[in-house]
T-cell receptor, first 116, second 112 residues
């Protein structure tokens, strides 16, 4: 079974600064994707970024980038130039693409607060 | 529609009542998922459809939970004889063929 661990329940950052959220996962599989989702108080789960495990290059989306360390099973999210609208719960998630299972396995989340 | 929609957004039920939660996936999306999210926790998988076929229902917590997707589009999650522990946000997600799931806004269920 796959597990996803987020060891930082809460974090805060000053507006315009950079913050890194940590995530580790455990799997014996090779064919998988990793995601970061953002969930603001409205509860809508919004995709932030995706990383395919077979790609060595780290994914980037504007101010969001990841540090994917496959051997260490680590997948951190870096948010640059933090904005007030980045305040949300952030979830790391894993999906295994082999077999018939297709569900996401989520971590417990990190509540990020961006301070003015 | 442009995204996944869910209704109702909020539902208050008395213990013992039956409830039905609806999910409209993104048009053309083959796969549909239901998750349950307790307060302060990450979503937990309930069940998964590919078109109209329910391929995995291993996450349904009891036989009071039932889901269907009869025409391979809209899905309904039904909870019979609701209990207080059923209070949670129920999230629906869909995807086309790759692994990326797109979520609806959720239905917040409160059982009194």
């Amino acid at each position: 079974a796959q597990t996803v661990t987020q060891s930082q329940p809460e974090m805060s950052v000053q507006e315009a600064e950079t913050v890194t959220l940590s995530c580790t996962y455990d799997t014996s599989e090779n064919n998988y994707y990793l995601f970061w989702y953002k969930q603001p108080p409205s509860r809508q789960m919004i995709l932030v970024i995706r990383q395919e495990a077979y790609k060595q290059q780290n994914a980037t989306e504007n101010r969001f980038s990841v540090n994917f360390q496959k051997a260490a099973k680590s997948f951190s999210l870096k948010i640059s130039d933090s904005q007030l609208g980045d305040t949300a719960m952030y979830f790391c998630a894993f999906i295994w693409l082999g077999g018939s299972a297709r569900q996401l396995t989520f971590g417990s989340g990190t509540q990020l607060t961006v301070l003015p | 529609g442009a995204g996944v929609s869910q209704s109702p957004r909020y539902k208050v039920a008395k213990r013992g009542q039956d409830v039905a939660l609806r999910c409209d996936p993104i048009s053309g999306h083959v796969s549909l998922f239901w998750y349950q999210q307790a307060l302060g926790q990450g979503p937990e998988f309930l069940t998964y459809f590919q078109n109209e076929a329910q391929l995995d229902k291993s996450g349904l917590p009891s036989d009071r939970f039932f889901a269907e997707r009869p025409e391979g589009s809209v899905s309904t999650l039904k909870i019979q004889r609701t209990q207080q522990e059923d209070s949670a946000v129920y999230l629906c997600a869909s995807n086309y063929r790759d692994g990326t799931q797109y979520f609806g806004p959720g239905t917040r269920l409160l059982v009194l």
